[in-house]
DNA sequence: TATGGTAATGTTATCGATAACATTTTAATT
DNA sequence: AATTAAAATGTTATCGATAACATTACCATA
């Protein structure tokens, strides 16, 4: 690998002189200049950021640590936050937990290692707490992104979750709804307490029963068994006409185990779900949804970064953005007659 | 930042003795390694990735660069890729292009300079050859992913596009259709360009003519503008009974504009694609596809990857995996009658 | 022509780790 | 107790860059 010595051997200059054509920095005449540049032209040099980050201390760029690589909201929030980091000429590295905790704590061990200036990160749950601890005990600052951890303060991105799952609900209810279901993410993650309470609570406004058979705890990741939510379905003692799913992950589970009980969606019942399918269920726009700005949360988290990396050590209050989700309805919603 | 001198001085050791330590190499006491492993507990010591990669020489990393981050073919080649790159002790860092050549040349730079010790790469197409020429001549081992670059000889990993295409095809003239459009990726991309060879090819072997008004070129990336595709189908002097489009986003688009347009897949118009939509179109899985084992492109080209990292100097023959693709038959495909 | 200030360039130390070689301990053998 | 090989540890140089300080070159002014 060419080094700066080398340029500086073939120019005839000192490798600080090098260095200071590279970066823009200090005297230089444009004789000396162009004689440089030729040079690293001619040997094709590229700078070795290794080193470079290690006598600079910091690295200009950003790890984006997301859940759950197949599913479009977090594709779409990637997007937002490369195309923020770029703007700001920061580079974005990223990583995929898989909704998994040990692998999470790789890839903290990565961001810590590579010592990357900062992070963008949505956590796998609550016991995600130990790696945020870690990060904060090495200084490496972060934005937490669509779920909050009891115990950390920071800056955060987040879903309306509450909002959003009540708005659900209410529709359901609109439409002559009494037996909703709810079949969620673990309680672990505070996006699924959240629509939990949203579920409940707009359960109590439209005097709606809230029934502990009609709660099922599942995972939000694709990799979760979904064994389980048929065990539920199958034993429950009276089927619901409507059901929520905590994400679009769930909702596909449920239909999918619909599909084999072959049970029609709405006809038979109804299906909502937080978080919209993304651009490969356009074709078929079917599901009612609460959809996130998926974009805004990973474009606004880079900016938050960003600005608390400039003040470094002026520690303005924590930034806390709540992006309301949209309800999109759409036709998985069957509206009951009281003969229903 | 703790380091190892930090380590070594309060554990009264050298430094060497710390790294030693850290590395299981040399021969150290159970005792001093015990002192040791205690004060970098206590100090939460987290190596420098950076001064380890300068001084070795090598990363340990691999560096995965897709072309659109938010398609399933590439999110679930990326799932593979990890899971591979995991299994032998890898860091997988990933990149986005956007179908983009300058965001791709961005990244190649950053390839460069983080000296990452091998590259997964999808190519944006055949202009990506001096990307490519400026790997080799900086010696980074890259295996390509998906499309070949006219030029450059290295390993690759490929779907079998052409008899894929012609899979496709040969099904809609089974079903009767003789006006079969292909709405295609850019003609400097290699697969686009097998894609309407197999295409050709089945038009021939079945005896149907082959229109030019056929054919329309369009990109494969989802920031391709869409009006393109609109004002070719709107001239079209007369309609054509399927369209078979180069690649899942572009089908997206294509009955986008059919919706649009009031026309109705398949009763109006038949539409197959290559590439699968993924889990999230598997709500109603409706569209007849040319199916890619994405994730095995990832878990195989790090395989080769990881193989050529190990042999290093030398030099093996160039490996070229072919995988072939599943022919779905779904419902977005009308059988004619001679009378339609 | 000497003088001083700035422009241009160079030298040395440093970032945090490891390789290569050097030295000291330790324990076994005579 | 002397000898010696192996085990354990230490020293120094190095990776490729930049910061901080040092020096030289150059030009304008008195």
Redesign the pocket.
Known sequence: ????????AKA?????????V??N?????????AKVRKVMEELN????H???S????QTRSIFLLITDITNPFYTTLARGAEDAARKSGYRLLFGNSDENLAKEVDYIQTILTTRVDGVLIAPAGDPSLPHLDTLKKHNVPFVLLDREVPGIECDIVLGDSKDGARRLVEHLISQGHKRIALVNGSSSVSSARLRLQGYQEALKLGGVECRDEYLFEAGFGPSHDPHGIKCWFDGLSEQPTAIMAGNNVLALAIIRLLHERGLKVPDDLSVVCFDDLGPFAEIDPFLTVAAQQAYQFGYLGIQLLIGRLAERETASPWNKIVLPADLLIRRSVKRLTPAD
């Open positions: 690998m060419v080094t700066i010595y080398d340029i500086a005839n200059v000192s490798a600080m002189t090098v260095s200071r590279i970066n920095t200090g005297k230089i005449s444009d004789k000396t200049r040099y590229v700078p070795n290794n080193a470079r290690l006598v600079l201390q």
